[in-house]
Each structure stands twice: as structure tokens, then as C-alpha cells.
């Protein structure tokens, strides 16, 4: 039952809510069809629970910015908040432990040149062993999955950790199954009947798996605090978890920190900092191996800016408006985490003028506004020209939020965009990027999960001459 002046929706079922309006594959699609029906505000029950889905630039800043924190809240009780304990800060709920972890890691990655290289020199550091890697098979044809997962993992590894794992390291494979794994599993269907009927939860059903994964990286994640705590300085950080330990050691007893929280908490920002980037980094390159003419352009843009020049800096990004233009049209159509992370509303609210009770769950649908028709010059199809203006020059749209807004805005935004400009440009002007012969055509179509994936796919390298 809808409560009083509730955005409407689709008829509920006893105990499965809409289980049976949403497809596990591709709810985007369905939820598109419920906007037509039912406006940009409408609800979805997930079981017994209602949920209210926002769509559309209008009402996504009302909800997040100008109402940011009624709407600031995470659901506390989903399959994700089970499978994570409760721990680190994604999926911690509005408060003071949220608020004063949220600010730590701001500072602490701010502060990052931690120690003496700067975070631009670590991401070039990781791009050499992509790069190494990409040489192996100049000339043939190879898969950029692996690559680009190892790549973002070890970039958010260094900063968090301190260390790097070789590509062939048995660990960096385990964790980034684990990762990768769960991604799916959050929003597939197992969650969902998770989520929808709590009767089952204790049952050893496929879900399982995700309990397992995640305790899997939580006793890696122990055993490299374990070694932090050994080898430590005091004063000296090397990385986040050092800083965080240098908290620990100064914390007042009503501090929020604790070494349990740090393991999920660094866990949190390595799940997080990996399967996006890594995402988008492999849905660019297959929009620019099937869109020669725009790798093209955007590899004459490099070679002029950057003439004379050793590597590339993210100042450099000021001098490349198309380069800028291709990765934010890249970063839209990828829509990489399609339903952000839910929210929940912190107290009895309204929202377009529907009323929405305190402890609501709020799902974002991305798309909406990352596509949306009035907002952008061409949203169905990939363009960088979304992206400029009649003189050539970089403009960023207002629906332009791959990273969301208001008060839980991705906070690693800064770090995502300087690996996406470094990475992409240092490759592009290195590697001409085609699609083989023999492959078909590139299929688009992403795999539906917490994040979209693009399906695999191979792309053949070869050396540019100009360089
Ligand atoms: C292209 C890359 C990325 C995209 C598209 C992305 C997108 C997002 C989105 C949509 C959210 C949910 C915001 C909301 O709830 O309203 C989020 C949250 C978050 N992201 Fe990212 N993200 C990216 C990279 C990163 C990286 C590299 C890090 C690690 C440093 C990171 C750390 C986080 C954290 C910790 C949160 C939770 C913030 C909070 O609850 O206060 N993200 N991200």
C-alpha cells in the first residue's frame, strides 16, 4: 500500500511487491517504460519495501542539491549493507561517522603527494606497465579487460595501501574476481530476492557467494593492516591507511574510528575506485576503436599539444577541448553506475510535490538525465560534440553528473578524472586502436549490474609512427 501522496506506480503483488515488473537483465529498460506511465517521480516496491526512482534533471536537483540532506541517507538494511557488515563509509548512513570519514579521505587524497611522488606520478607509473603490457602484442589483437582492472586497482592500491601487485600475481586476480563478482551480484537477481523476501536471507542460496567474496577481501585487507602496523612510523604516513592509523593513535573516545571500520572502509574505496574507472576506461575504447575518425581527431590533438613534451600533465587537459569533450562523452554514454548508490530520506520529505516519508528508499536512475532529451544536442548517440561549443571550446552540461551531486557526491571524482585524462591520452598517443577485421560489429550493449560492464571484446594495437 501506498502511503498518502506517494509518487505513483505500477500495481504491487502481495509479499513480491513489482519483483515482477523489474527484468534482473536490464531493469533500465523497464524503468524507462514506468517514467512514460508514471512521470519522473514514481515508486517501485522491492518486496515490501517501497522505493521512490527519480528521473530527469529537474527533480534529481531537487532531490540531491537543493534538498541534499533530507535525501542523504543510505538504506540500511539491502543485501550490499549485509554482504559489507555495516563497515567503511559507501553505504554508511548520514550521520557523524559518515561526515567525519567522508572528510578524512577528501583530506587525505588531497594531501596526496603522500610521501614524495605525486598522485599524477603514480598514475603514470601504472600507465608504463599498461603500456609494457599493451607492447606484448602490437600487431595482434588482445582482450583490454584484464589490462584496464589491473590498472585502476593498482592506481587506488598505491594510494590506499602502498603497494602494487604484478599482472600475474595470484592476489590481484582474487581480488578483482571478488570485485568484479559482486559488482553483478549487487543489482542482479539474487539481490533482489534478497531484498524482497527476508525469509529466505539465511538459506544457502547463490547469494552466498558475495559473503564469501567480501570476507575473502577482508582478511587480505587484515593482513595488509597487519603489515602497516608493523612496519609503521609514527608521524611518517606512506598511505591511507597510515594516516589512518596516525588517527587512530590521536582519537578522543567518542571518535568514530576504529581498525575494524578502516578494513572496510579501504575495501570500500578500492571497490569503488577500481570496477568504475576500469569500466569506463574499457567503454572508451571500444566507442573510439569503433569510431575511428574521432580517435583520429583526438590523436591530432595530443600530437599538437603535447609536441615537444615527454608526458602528458592533467594541466594539459586545459589546452585539449576535444580530448575533454571525448571523455566526458564517454563518461555519459558509459553511465557507469546506472542507479548510483541509493539513497535514503533522512526525514519526512517532499519531492515535486509528492510526499516521501522518512526511511525511504531512493533509487537514481542515471540515464535519465544522462540522456535526456532538451539537456544535450545529441543524447542517443555517442558525440562529442555534446560536449562543445560553435567556436570548439570544452562546455560541461548541467546534466552532466556520472558522479551524482549534493552531499554524497563520489568523492573520488578528482582522482577518477585526472586516471581517465592521463591513461586515455598517453595511450591514444602512443597506440592506434582498431577493431579486427574477423570480429563482427562492436556491440554497445552493456552488462546490467552496479556497474555496466561492455561486453568483452578484443581490439587490435599498433604503434603509431607520429609521436
Ligand atoms: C569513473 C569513475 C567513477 C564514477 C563514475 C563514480 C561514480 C560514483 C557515484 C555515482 C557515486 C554515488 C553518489 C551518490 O550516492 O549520490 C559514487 C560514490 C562514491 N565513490 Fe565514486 N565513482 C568513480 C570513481 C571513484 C574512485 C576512483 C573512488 C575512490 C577514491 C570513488 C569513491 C567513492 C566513494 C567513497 C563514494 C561514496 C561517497 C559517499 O557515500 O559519501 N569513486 N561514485
Redesign the pocket.
Known sequence: QRPKNFPPGPPTLPVLGNLLHLSTDDPLKDFERLRKSYGNVFSVFIGPQPAVVINGLKAMKEA?VNKGSDFAG?PQDLFINHVTQQL?????NYGTT?REH?RF?LMT?RNFGLGKTSMEDRIHEEIQQTIKTLEKSIGSTLSPQVIFHNA?SN??CQ?LYGKRFEYNDEMIKVIIKCFTDNAKMTNGPWAMIYDSLPILRKLPLPFRKAFKNYETCKNIAFDLLKEHKETKVPGEPRDFVDCYLDELEKKSADSSFSEERLAGYSL???F???D??S??LLTGFLYLVGHPHIQERCQQEIDLVLEGKDQVSFEDRNNMPYMQAVIHEV?RI?N??PF????ATMKDTELMEYSIPKGTMVI?N?KSVLTEEGQWKFPHEFNPENFLNEKGEFVKPEAF?????????????G???M??FLTMVTLLRKFKFTWPEDAGEPDYTPIFGLTLTPKPYRMKVQLRSKQ
Open positions: 540531491l543510505r567503511g563509509v559507501v553505504l554508511e559518515w567522508r579521505a587524497l585502476a592506481i587506488i594510494v570500500d574505496l578500492y569503488a575506485g577500481t568504475t574507472t569500466n569506463t563518461q558509459a557507469i553506475v548510483s548508490v541509493f539513497h537514481q542515471m553528473m556520472p558522479f551524482s551531486a549534493g552531499p554524497r557526491v563520489c568523492l573520488g571524482e582522482l577518477a578524472r586516471e581517465l
